[in-house]
């Protein structure tokens, strides 16, 4: 009865541990993008966004820049900002999360990680809070 419990409690801890580890795996960054740089050039525009290390990068309607994982939390397909309705859709399921990637609507429960942002004149920094 003792092993039985011990294998018990160690099975639930390794589950536990593994979710930590799941739910830590976030990838780390802090980077700049020069936004004078041309493939950057659609992030001086409201509703423009790019593509950097995974990440989606968009000047919302509100002239502030945010970054947000770039794949779905549900089905790992790419998301785009949709400046028509200041949200991000994913591309296949038709998932959509508000500008700070909080799930809104469709089959997406978890939202988006989100990245902080900081404009030094035109260096716009993307880093892991």
């Known amino acids: ?8 409690v160690v099975v639930w801890l390794g589950l ?10 976030q990838q780390r960054v802090d980077f700049y993008i020069d936004l ?5 050039q659609d992030l001086y525009l409201t509703g423009g966004y ?13 002239q502030n820049y945010y970054a ?9 397909c790419v998301v785009q900002y949709q400046v028509s309705f200041n949200e991000v859709v994913c591309t296949c399921d038709q998932s ?25 004149g035109s260096m716009l920094r993307i880093y892991t809070p």
């Open 1 to 8: 009865m003792r092993r039985l419990l011990l294998v018990l």
């Open 50 to 62: 790019v593509y950097v290390n995974n990440i989606i990068v968009f000047k919302g309607l509100d």
């Open 16 to 25: 536990g541990l593994w979710q930590c580890e799941h739910v830590d795996s």
């Open 36 to 40: 004078t740089d041309p493939q950057y």
């Open 96 to 120: 959509h999360f508000d500008i700070y990637g909080n799930p809104t609507f469709g089959p997406a429960t978890y939202p988006l990680y989100r990245y902080a942002t900081s404009l030094h």
């Open 68 to 76: 947000l994982s770039q794949y779905c939390t549900n089905d790992v």
